[in-house]
């Protein structure tokens, strides 16, 4: 089993800066992939970033050269810069292994304009 803990969300006006961590735990070895989705209200759940075990990361068009996604050992962070109202939303963590998704509960982004 993986378990994921996000924290870091909050509330910022648009134009900040937030940092989400996610902490990972449990079975770790043979993850593939990890990666940050978010789910605003009344929204599917989109990808905001991906980094695989090798380090690739990949971007949703809509926050590229705003996000950056970074894992380290058993930490994995999204930096977001020049945030907006449209950020908003409850961002989950996620690790891909051995064929089955594990989720974090979710962390609340707010962006006022």
């Known amino acids: 089993q993986v378990q994921l803990e996000e924290s870091g969300g909050g509330w910022v006006q648009a134009g900040g800066s937030l940092r989400l961590s996610c902490e990972i735990s449990?079975?770790?070895?043979?993850?593939?992939?990890m990666g940050w989705y978010r789910q605003a209200p009344g929204k599917q759940r989109d990808l905001v970033a991906s980094?695989?075990?090798?380090?690739t990361p990949t971007y949703a068009d809509s926050v590229k050269g705003r996000f950056t996604i970074s894992r380290v050992v058993k930490n994995m962070y999204l930096q977001m810069n020049s945030l907006k109202p449209e950020d908003t939303a409850v961002y989950y963590c996620n690790a891909y292994r051995r064929d089955r998704d594990y989720w974090g509960q979710g962390t609340q982004v707010t962006v006022s304009s």
């Open positions: 980094i695989t075990s090798g380090g």
């Open positions: 449990g079975i770790t070895f043979s993850i593939t992939r």
